[in-house]
């Protein structure tokens, strides 16, 4: 799991990952709204969350207890200086080594997996940790549409070296994944029921249930 220490990530990836806003209203306005109602949520599990995700959450879920977990001390104090959540318990760890209960009934992992060293082992471990019937809100940056992605991520003002870089060598950035690929992954880690929301250029929201 990468750590990322730049203040103004919130900013680059709005550039980099076009239809991000779009991305959180998918998520945070469509599926979990219309969810919520349905779901007993007494913990939920987020992983190198930005401001906005962990608003997103706290906002469906204001009585559940949430755990953060953040690899970069300055990304993590960033956000306790940001989001107000009493009850949140914030960690400075990878999630690969981190220690936790099996007993989240969500977790959100967004526009993480390509940033991971052993995505097998990391949706493994996201498998264990939550409840049964739990949801994992996965979103992933993939090796499809670059052509498209490298136009609009130009025009949106993305640092040109990484624009080429990621277009030309995306395995010299990240983890090139296809989404046939992830769907493989979340398979071996257990997963079954896996629903395909919505596809931004190179970007995928899926949601799945343990």
Same mark, same amino acid.
């Given at each position: ?11 680059? #990836?709005?550039?980099? #990952? ?76 990878r999630f690969e080594e981190a220690i936790l209960p099996s007993a989240y009934q969500i977790c959100s992992c967004l526009l993480v ?46 640092n040109q070296q990484q624009i080429q870089r990621t277009y030309k060598n995306q395995a010299s950035l990240m983890t090139s994944l ?33």
């Amino acid at each position: 799991m990468k750590e990322f220490k730049n203040k103004d990530y919130a900013i680059e #990836i709005r550039q980099k #990952i076009p239809g991000y806003d779009v991305m959180l209203d998918v998520i945070f306005r469509g599926v979990l709204l219309r969810l919520a109602p349905s779901l007993k949520v007494d913990k939920v599990l987020a992983l190198a969350s930005q401001t906005d995700e962990l608003n997103g959450l706290a906002s469906l879920f204001p009585k559940a207890g949430l755990t953060v977990v953040e690899p970069s001390e300055a990304m993590l104090q960033e956000l306790k200086r940001q989001v107000h959540f009493p009850q949140a318990e914030y960690l400075n760890s990878r999630f690969e080594e981190a220690i936790l209960p099996s007993a989240y009934q969500i977790c959100s992992c967004l526009l993480v997996l390509q940033f991971v060293e052993n995505p097998s082992f990391f949706l493994r471990k996201i498998y264990d940790s939550l409840s049964e019937g739990g949801l994992l809100i996965l979103s992933f940056f993939s090796n499809q549409q670059l052509g498209y992605w490298k136009t609009l991520a130009s025009e949106l003002g993305a640092n040109q070296q990484q624009i080429q870089r990621t277009y030309k060598n995306q395995a010299s950035l990240m983890t090139s994944l296809s989404p046939q690929e992830v769907a493989k992954l979340l398979e071996e880690a257990g997963f079954t029921n896996i629903e395909q929301v919505c596809q931004v250029l190179s970007t995928f929201v899926w949601i799945i249930r343990k």
